[in-house]
């Protein structure tokens, strides 16, 4: 809950484009990778001029092989 709230401050930082969207954006939770099984990411939109942050998924994936 911490790490999104943070994502208001610095929306970007660690995060990556979801290609295909403008606004779209996915990170990786930080603390969250437990190799070799799981990793928690989340997709959130960011509109910079309203200076709106919206959680879109929150999500345990499977840890890349």
Excluded at 8 to 16: C, K, L
Excluded at 28 to 51: K, Q
């Amino acid at each position: 809950m911490l790490w999104i709230l943070s994502r208001i401050e610095t929306p970007f930082e660690g995060a990556r484009r979801e290609p295909g969207f403008s606004n779209l954006w996915y990170a990786v939770v930080p603390g969250s990778i437990h190799a070799p099984t799981s990793v928690v990411v989340c997709s959130y939109w960011v509109d910079v001029n309203e200076r709106v942050l919206r959680c879109d998924q929150i999500a345990t994936l499977g840890y890349p092989a």
